[in-house]
């Protein structure tokens, strides 16, 4: 393995250097690029390099689980180990989660919901549990601030708004997409944490009115809404990373084409089995 990762990255360091690093002879490189590739070198090259290009298209942000599942997808039988390994001959690292800033503030005149939904992070079928929080992106300016829900059927973002305000209104126009788009039934439970943005009386009316039930998260419990923190920290890592974009138009493109194009209908979601959102609804629309 040693030799084949020499002979990957010779083009960046000499060869001299890279075999007094890795504690081998430079006869014995040269030795063994003199004999022919068995039958599983071959074959390993082949993977690295399809292995390669499905961790360029996906700009970084897969590791081994999804790769390993792309490559099933197209009929390849292989190991996710064999996958992971081949990912570190390759250097090939996926982008890793942080830890996400609180954004939300509590207004103690302001009633709070009962904990309904009890991280119970699952739903039988679409528009039955719906969880929702609000991040901050970073421009050059100022903060854009991005309120989100999720159908926790099939983690699909349902509805979403971005403004340079972190108000009322930005939850409103998340809640009037999500209804537009998905026009739930009486009963939908909703979650949320106790921002004074969701347990404003003008929000909590409109829930009200839409038939929805409101639950929230007890007080300073990050875990209550875990989904959402789970899909927060993989935009920011995914999309946002250490970038600070030039304008907010900028960041609202970037961030509306990660969302409805990339991570609805093509990111592969390790609890939907590394699926999309999309095709797993897909599904479970040809099951019903």
Same mark, same amino acid.
């Given at each position: 393995?040693?030799?084949?990762?020499?002979?990957?990255?010779?083009?960046?360091?000499?060869?001299?250097?890279?075999?007094?690093?890795? $504690?081998?002879?430079?006869?014995? %490189?040269? /030795?063994?690029?003199? =004999?022919?590739? @068995? #039958? !599983?070198?071959?074959?390993?090259?082949?993977?690295? $390099?399809?292995?390669?290009?499905? %961790?360029? /298209?996906?700009?970084? =942000?897969?590791? @081994? #689980? !999804?790769?390993?599942?792309?490559?099933?997808?197209?009929?390849?039988?292989?190991?996710?180990?064999?996958?992971?390994?081949?990912?570190?001959?390759?250097?090939?690292?996926?982008?890793?989660?942080?830890?996400?800033?609180?954004?939300?503030?509590?207004?103690?005149?302001?009633?709070?919901?009962?904990?309904?939904?009890?991280?119970?992070?699952?739903?039988?079928?679409?528009?039955?549990?719906?969880?929702?929080?609000?991040?901050?992106?970073?421009?050059?300016?100022?903060?854009?601030?991005?309120?989100?829900?999720?159908?926790?059927?099939?983690?699909?973002?349902?509805?979403?708004?971005?403004?340079?305000?972190?108000?009322?209104?930005?939850?409103?126009?998340?809640?009037?997409?999500?209804?537009?788009?998905?026009?739930?039934?009486?009963?939908?439970?909703?979650?949320?944490?106790?921002?004074?943005?969701?347990?404003?009386?003008?929000?909590?009316?409109?829930?009200?009115?839409?038939?929805?039930?409101?639950?929230?998260?007890?007080?300073?419990?990050?875990?209550?809404?875990?989904?959402?923190?789970?899909?927060?920290?993989?935009?920011?890592?995914?999309?946002?990373?250490?970038?600070?974009?030039?304008?907010?138009?900028?960041?609202?493109?970037?961030?509306?084409?990660?969302?409805?194009?990339?991570?609805?209908?093509?990111?592969?979601?390790?609890?939907?089995?590394?699926?999309?959102?999309?095709?797993?609804?897909?599904?479970?629309?040809?099951?019903?």
């Amino acid at each position: 393995m040693k030799y084949q990762f020499i002979e990957e990255h010779k083009q960046e360091f000499p060869i001299v250097v890279m075999c007094r690093v890795l $504690e081998i002879s430079e006869s014995g %490189f040269y /030795a063994w690029r003199k =004999r022919p590739a @068995s #039958p !599983r070198q071959r074959e390993d090259a082949q993977l690295r $390099e399809e292995i390669r290009q499905d %961790f360029s /298209a996906h700009c970084g =942000r897969y590791g @081994s #689980p !999804r790769l390993h599942a792309e490559l099933r997808d197209r009929g390849r039988s292989i190991a996710r180990k064999r996958v992971a390994r081949l990912m570190r001959e390759a250097g090939l690292c996926a982008k890793r989660k942080r830890r996400r800033v609180l954004t939300t503030r509590r207004d103690p005149s302001h009633p709070v919901a009962p904990n309904l939904l009890n991280r119970e992070f699952t739903a039988q079928e679409p528009n039955k549990k719906w969880v929702t929080d609000i991040t901050y992106i970073p421009t050059m300016q100022g903060w854009l601030y991005l309120a989100v829900i999720l159908d926790l059927y099939s983690r699909m973002v349902v509805g979403w708004s971005m403004s340079g305000n972190c108000d009322e209104k930005l939850v409103e126009h998340a809640l009037d997409q999500a209804l537009a788009r998905r026009r739930p039934k009486v009963g939908l439970l909703h979650h949320s944490d106790r921002g004074s943005q969701y347990t404003s009386r003008a929000y909590q009316v409109y829930l009200e009115q839409s038939g929805i039930q409101p639950s929230m998260s007890r007080e300073g419990n990050c875990w209550d809404n875990a989904a959402m923190e789970s899909f927060f920290g993989t935009l920011k890592d995914e999309c946002v990373g250490g970038i600070i974009y030039s304008s907010h138009d900028e960041a609202r493109l970037t961030l509306f084409t990660y969302m409805e194009v990339y991570y609805n209908r093509v990111r592969r979601h390790s609890t939907l089995g590394y699926v999309s959102p999309l095709n797993y609804e897909q599904k479970g629309n040809q099951q019903t």
